[in-house]
């Protein structure tokens, strides 16, 4: 139901701000910057309304592609002085629809597309419009390296195990603040925006430019294999031994359990490690089971980034959740492969292309590698992050998946807890939760101190005119 009432809420705000915001925005930027309207033929409207699942996009009324902070800064004071709903789009991966779009003004950061490296503070300066892959291809001739997505979005990396949520390694943001300010802000310049944003969404403004430390890069080995049916218990147990025995920071895996046609229930297995060989006792016992895909090499980080099986369900419709948990026990891990099938079964004539749950078994060390206390996590202890992953064609199903990702996540953490795990108080990763989940449970105790900075730094509340969740 929620959906529905969010998308005739919209339409109907929509309907009351005519094309003129867009007029004016066009006569008040530069020309680094553009509008474009939906009559626009060369596409560029279009590109910039894309994401990477349909139910996140949305027609506005026309797209904006600043190319300055100065333009960012007129458009984000006409839009708060109109009231206009508006859009911010990085790189379009947000699962939830109308947290980067809207039928209002589209923003979409793509011409903040630079990578500028400098070696002598071992710092990258990241445009906010880039998507990882271009960002690890424009640091690969320098050598190195920033603890970026595994495929996009700000959080989890291959190099998490090793140096942490890709927020620890940001030294600066530049940022235009609702009032149209635009400012640089560090730790030492603003500890309070330095802290929020660091996991504090689109509440703030709008970023323009990330600095992000770096790290050497040299040849990584690994890729991903497709299990079978068959394999599965065999491929469970290895998966048990990785998450309970394995320290070495530089190994990484991300096992997903999911429904591919045409194969049926297979386990899809990234195996990541951080040089060209890995050391003996990894992953000999996932490399001794047969698989149906096999792409595992010495490679460049990009090439192992790119492979292509990332893209399996791009253009459909989509949506995420999530369980932390503490560990991933056999229990669990055979709990999450029941809930595979049981929902396959369930979804599949209801529409349903994709149904996956992958399995993050991350060292518990990760979390202390933020010096800084940041937003995103506030945590009693170590956790791991389940993403429940489902997608679907009938646009007139959306409820029904929403609702099978809450009863699924529900479930797993039942079992989690009836095997002892203590879930309670464990944040969920603010970038795989559902658009309807309680603040709370993202940012915990930090929510306070949140929408305290939230309400200085953006009294009109001009943030809350785009969606997303919101302090
Ligand atoms: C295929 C796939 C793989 C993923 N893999 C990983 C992974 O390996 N690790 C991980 O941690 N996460 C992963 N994610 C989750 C990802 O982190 C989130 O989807 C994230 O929101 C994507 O950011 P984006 O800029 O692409 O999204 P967008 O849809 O562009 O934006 C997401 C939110 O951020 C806001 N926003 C975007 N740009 C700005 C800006 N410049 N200033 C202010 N606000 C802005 C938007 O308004 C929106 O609310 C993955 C998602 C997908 C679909
Ligand atoms: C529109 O996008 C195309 C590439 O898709 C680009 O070549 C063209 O310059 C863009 N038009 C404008 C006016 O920016
Ligand atoms: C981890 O290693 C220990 C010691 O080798 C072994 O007893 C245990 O079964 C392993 N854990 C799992 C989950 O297999
Ligand atoms: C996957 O998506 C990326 C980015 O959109 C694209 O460059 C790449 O060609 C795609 N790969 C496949 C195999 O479709
Ligand atoms: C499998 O999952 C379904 C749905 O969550 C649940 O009702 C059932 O009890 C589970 N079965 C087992 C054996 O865990």
Request: charged fraction near 15%; proline fraction near 6%.
């Amino acid at each position: 139901m929620r959906p529905t009432i969010l998308v005739a809420t919209l339409v109907l705000a929509s309907s009351t701000f005519g094309l003129e915001i867009c007029d004016r925005i066009q006569s008040g930027i530069s020309s680094a910057s553009a509008v474009y309207y939906s009559t626009d033929v060369q596409g560029n409207y279009t590109q910039d309304l894309s994401h990477w699942a349909l139910s996140s996009t949305q027609s506005s009324l026309c797209t904006v592609e600043p190319g300055t902070a100065d333009d960012v800064s007129t458009i984000i004071r006409l839009l708060g002085s109109t009231r206009t709903p508006f859009a911010v789009k990085g790189g379009g991966h947000t699962m939830n629809p109308g947290f980067s779009s809207t039928t209002g003004v589209h923003i979409s950061m793509s011409r903040f597309s630079r990578v500028k490296y400098d070696a002598v503070t071992g710092t990258a300066e990241i445009g906010s419009g880039l998507i990882w892959d271009e960002v690890y291809a424009a640091l690969d001739p320098f050598g190195v390296n920033v603890v970026g997505g595994r495929a996009s979005g700000i959080g989890y990396s291959f190099k998490t195990n090793q140096f942490g949520l890709t927020a620890d390694t940001v030294t600066a943001f530049e940022l235009v603040k609702p009032n149209g300010n635009v400012v640089y802000v560090t730790a030492s310049a603003d500890p309070d925006l330095f802290f929020a944003l660091k996991g504090g969404l689109n509440n703030f403004g709008i970023v323009t430019k990330f600095t992000l430390k770096t790290f050497p890069q040299g040849k990584v080995w690994g890729g991903y294999v497709v299990y079978g049916a068959d394999q599965i218990p065999a491929v469970s147990a290895a998966v048990g031994r990785f998450s309970s025995n394995v320290t070495d920071p530089k190994a990484s895996l991300v096992p997903s359990y999911m429904f591919l046609e045409p194969f049926g229930t297979v386990v899809s297995n990234i195996m990541f490690y951080d040089g060209p060989t890995p050391p003996a006792g990894i992953f000999e016992e996932f490399l001794a089971i047969p698989t149906l895909i096999t792409d595992i090499n010495t490679r460049s980080f990009l090439s192992l980034v790119q492979a292509p099986q990332a893209n399996d369900s791009s253009g459909a419709r989509g949506a995420f959740h999530t369980v932390s948990v503490r560990e991933f026990t056999p229990t669990l891990i055979d709990a999450i492969l029941n809930e595979t099938n049981f929902w396959a079964s369930k979804l599949n004539p209801e529409g349903a292309t994709f149904i996956s749950y992958a399995v993050e078994p991350f060292l518990p060390s990760i979390y202390t590698h933020n010096t800084i206390p940041t937003a995103f996590p506030d945590s009693p202890a170590a956790f791991m992050p389940l993403n429940l992953y489902f997608a679907w064609t009938p646009f007139t199903a959306d409820a029904t998946f929403h609702d099978a990702l809450r009863q699924s996540a529900a479930h797993i953490t039942q079992v989690a807890i009836a095997e002892g795990q203590a879930l309670k108080k464990l944040p969920l990763y603010s970038n795989y939760a559902l658009f309807d989940t309680p603040l709370t449970r993202l940012y915990g105790i930090n929510l306070p101190r949140l929408q305290a900075i939230k309400k200085k730094t953006d009294p009109r509340d001009v943030m809350g005119l785009a969606g997303g969740f919101k302090f």
